[in-house]
């Protein structure tokens, strides 16, 4: 079992950066690929970012890519999600998620066993 709790979320205007963080419980936390979803309302869940377990690969929604940066310390049990010229459509709940198959950076949910309670992500226009 794996607990994932998110923080560095906000208020920021457009144009803006936020730097999210999600702190795995576990010390084999470089064991597992990460990855970054969100979640607006009366949307479905959506993927942003992933990351391999050593973090030389790393994957982006096309929304996102050019903005956003993925990456880990694994010596710190922490992954972290730059956000860089944020928009409106930003605005989301944003959850980390933790997937046990090291031979994967998986881009869909299903393939994550383990989420965070998510972090609350607002840009005003």
């Known amino acids: 079992q794996v607990q994932l709790v998110e923080s560095g979320g906000g208020l920021v205007q457009a144009g803006g950066s936020l730097r999210l963080s999600c702190v795995a419980s576990?010390?084999?936390?470089?064991?597992?690929?990460m990855g970054w979803f969100r979640q607006a309302p009366g949307k479905e869940r959506e993927f942003v970012a992933s990351?391999?377990?050593?973090?030389?690969?790393?994957y982006y929604a096309d929304s996102v890519k050019g903005r956003f940066t993925i990456s880990r310390d694994n010596a710190k049990n922490t992954v972290y999600l730059q956000m860089n010229s944020l928009k409106p459509e930003d605005t989301a709940v944003y959850y980390c998620?933790?997937?046990?198959?090291?031979?994967?950076?998986?881009?869909?949910?299903?393939?994550?066993?383990?989420w965070g309670q998510g972090t609350q992500v607002t840009v005003s226009s």
């Open positions: 576990k010390r084999t936390f470089s064991m597992y690929a």
């Open positions: 990351i391999s377990w050593s973090g030389s690969n790393t």
């Open positions: 998620a933790a997937d046990r198959n090291l031979a994967r950076v998986a881009r869909v949910s299903e393939n994550y066993e383990y």
